[in-house]
């Protein structure tokens, strides 16, 4: 079946300006994972979902940060006001449900470079 | 201070050697995770380990869990080019976040 999608898979912007990430999880799964991987390091929590609502948006660095899923599908990650340091690998991963026992599938991620 | 510090963080050997990545913490973890990671490929679960000096095998994969539950050591036997990524170590954190280590990247040389 279908894995993780994510789109676009690169994405290059000036600083300054907002973008979004989209990312589209295996078919069923309840559970929805962000994360950001810089260069040489590993994947940083962001923010997951259970369904719609953002269970714990703990991970996202400020107020810049925003993400959504609005019916429990498709999740989009938004960014405002860009900033080069924001430059990074987005990475999206889906589970079945929540729940630390549930395998977490990963998206191939969205490079971000902010110029 | 990293929650999961993995060592080396790079390693470069030829086809058919022995190799072994670490994975420590000073926390305990109820549960670790190691994931491989292709370039331009999201990580993909390769075990789970749950119980302290557990030992889990994956053909020429074999990961073990500390006793004490804070670390975790993965041993390729015989490494093949194919073996070559970023090797991640992560554990269950606050709630149902979960910590990814530093990432050991290993190149295996045909």
């Known amino acids: 079946g279908a894995g993780v999608s994510q789109t676009p898979s690169n994405k290059v912007t000036e600083k300054g300006k907002y973008v979004e990430l989209r990312c589209d999880p295996i078919s069923g799964h309840t559970a929805l994972y962000w994360y950001r991987q810089s260069l040489g390091q590993g994947p940083e929590f962001l923010i997951y979902f259970q369904g719609t609502g953002a269970a714990d948006d703990s991970g996202l660095p400020n107020d810049r940060f925003f993400a959504v899923r609005p019916e429990g599908s498709v999740s989009t990650l938004k960014i405002q006001r860009t900033e080069r340091g924001d430059s990074a690998v987005y990475l999206c991963?889906?589970?079945?449900?929540?729940?630390?026992?549930?395998?977490?599938?990963f998206g191939p991620g969205t490079r971000l470079t902010v110029l | 201070t990293q929650l999961l510090e993995q060592s080396p963080q790079f390693l470069s050997i030829q086809e058919g050697e022995n190799l072994t990545v670490y994975c420590n913490s000073s926390s305990v973890f109820s549960s670790l995770q190691w994931y491989r990671q292709e370039p331009g490929e999201g990580p993909v679960l390769l075990v789970t380990?749950?119980?302290?000096?557990e030992v889990k095998k994956l053909k020429r994969l074999t990961f073990q869990f500390g006793d004490a539950r804070k670390d975790s050591s993965l041993h390729i036997t015989a490494a093949q080019p194919g073996d070559t990524g970023l090797y991640l170590c992560a554990g269950p954190f606050t709630g149902n976040q979960f910590y990814f280590g530093t990432g050991t990247s290993l190149t295996v040389i045909p």
């Open positions: 991963a889906s589970s079945l449900t929540l729940g630390r026992e549930n395998t977490q599938y």
């Open positions: 380990v749950v119980t302290g000096g």
